[in-house]
């Protein structure tokens, strides 16, 4: 099995949208994708052409503080990877929610930190439609 790639930063922010802004007017980063979720707010995904930045927007009532909230691998075999996970007596990744659009699967290391597994990669939006035609069922 070829080596999984680290593809996608996330990052939890205040201001998506403006931090989108300083990204692409700073470091010439591409926005691929800007928008508004009802349930999350605004959101912004860029991408220097190898890695991609995902800016999720920071509720004040979550859990989590304004930062880095997870890593993004892309893999060949999602399969085989949540197999090597569970051999380490970890819980293997399960398919995130289908309202995210990028990663089928989400896991933890054996830190806790989270990170997405995809085998189509971060550059292209999937709809959970999309993911159950390409058979990535719930698990």
């Given at each position: 099995?070829?080596?999984?790639?680290?593809?996608?930063?996330?990052?939890?922010?205040?201001?998506?949208?403006?931090?989108?802004?300083?990204?692409?007017?700073?470091?010439?980063?591409?926005?691929?994708?800007?928008?508004?979720?009802?349930?999350?707010?605004?959101?912004?995904?860029?991408?220097?052409?190898?890695?991609?930045?995902?800016?999720?927007?920071?509720?004040?009532?979550?859990?989590?503080?304004?930062?880095?909230?997870?890593?993004?691998?892309?893999?060949?075999?999602?399969?085989?990877?949540?197999?090597?996970?569970?051999?380490?007596?970890?819980?293997?990744?399960?398919?995130?929610?289908?309202?995210?659009?990028?990663?089928?699967?989400?896991?933890?290391?054996?830190?806790?930190?989270?990170?997405?597994?995809s085998e189509h990669g971060y550059e292209?939006?999937?709809?959970?439609?999309?993911?159950?035609?390409?058979?990535?069922?719930?698990?």
């Open positions: 099995m070829p080596k999984p790639t680290l593809r996608h930063i996330a990052i939890f922010t205040t201001h998506p949208h403006e931090l989108a802004k300083f990204y692409h007017e700073v470091f010439d980063m591409e926005i691929t994708h800007m928008g508004n979720s009802p349930v999350d707010g605004d959101f912004a995904f860029l991408s220097d052409g190898y890695m991609n930045l995902a800016l999720i927007p920071h509720q004040l009532n979550g859990d989590s503080s304004v930062g880095l909230h997870h890593i993004g691998f892309v893999v060949d075999d999602i399969e085989s990877v949540r197999q090597r996970i569970a051999a380490r007596g970890l819980a293997e990744p399960q398919k995130r929610p289908s309202r995210l659009p990028y990663a089928e699967f989400r896991g933890i290391d054996s830190d806790g930190n989270p990170f997405d597994l292209r939006v999937e709809s959970s439609v999309d993911r159950e035609a390409a058979g990535y069922a719930p698990r």
